[in-house]
T-cell receptor
Framework: GDSVTQMEGPVTLSEEAFLTINCTYTATGYPSLFWYVQYPGEGLQLLLKATKADDKGSNKGFEATYRKETTSFHLEKGSVQVSDSAVYFCALSDNTGGFKTIFGAGTRLFVKA | SQTIHQWPATLVQPVGSPLSLECTVEGTSNPNLYWYRQAAGRGLQLLFYSVGIGQISSEVPQNLSASRPQDRQFILSSKKLLLSDSGFYLC????????????FGQGTRLTVV
């Protein structure tokens, strides 16, 4: 079945460091890919998405590119801030799976001042 | 606009007691509905999803069940709670199209004692 694998955390960075959180997926169809973010004490919210190969999603300085050849959707940010500390979830939605959204295990990010 | 309501926000229940968590969506018709569990220190696990009234798919064998008595109502239940049922439960909805995001409720923190 469909699955999403993302790097284990926690990831600890200093402010202004470069961030990469790896995400790879397995899907039988042509999924859409998402990154969600969960700030402390809050629910999940969509950070960015990409719906087809080579699309780049971006929001709040974060970017991820849909790479079909490597089945990856890595999240990057050039300069993290303390306020970026959160749990990040990679996810896919595949129309051959009943339109349900499958999430990775989540990666916790700590950013130190 | 669409909104999702999930209650209660927190719940402490003894082992062996029943459970009923309710989720309702407003402002949309025929949504896909989901129940996820987020165990402490772990990622999101899809428990149930529904594409229509009375249509429930279970993703993992467990002590829980789900029902969808109305188009925009999704209920998570158990007849007898186990300690292992403790966790953070999230209800979500999406439209039946792969390139739209899932929208999450604020979650229910369940502690089984």
């Amino acid at each position: 079945g469909d699955s999403v694998t993302q790097m284990e955390g926690p990831v600890t960075l200093s402010e202004e460091a470069f961030l990469t959180i790896n995400c790879t997926y397995t899907a039988t169809g042509y999924p859409s890919l998402f990154w969600y973010v969960q700030y402390p004490g809050e629910g999940l919210q969509l950070l960015l998405k990409a719906t087809k190969a080579d699309d780049k999603g971006s929001n709040k300085g974060f970017e991820a590119t849909y790479r079909k050849e490597t089945t990856s959707f890595h999240l990057e940010k050039g300069s993290v801030q303390v306020s970026d500390s959160a749990v990040y979830f990679c996810a896919l939605s595949d129309n051959t799976g009943g339109f349900k959204t499958i999430f990775g295990a989540g990666t916790r990010l700590f950013v130190k001042a | 606009s669409q909104t999702i309501h999930q209650w209660p926000a927190t719940l402490v229940q003894p082992v062996g007691s029943p459970l009923s968590l309710e989720c309702t969506v407003e402002g949309t018709s025929n949504p896909n509905l989901y129940w996820y569990r987020q165990a402490a220190g772990r990622g999101l696990q899809l428990l149930f999803y529904s594409v229509g009234i009375g249509q429930i798919s279970s993703e993992v064998p467990q002590n829980l069940s789900a029902s969808r008595p109305q188009d925009r109502q999704f209920i998570l239940s158990s007849k007898k709670l186990l300690l292992s049922d403790s966790g953070f439960y999230l209800c979500a909805w999406s439209t039946a199209v792969t390139d739209t995001e899932a929208f999450f409720g604020q979650g229910t923190r369940l502690t089984v004692v």
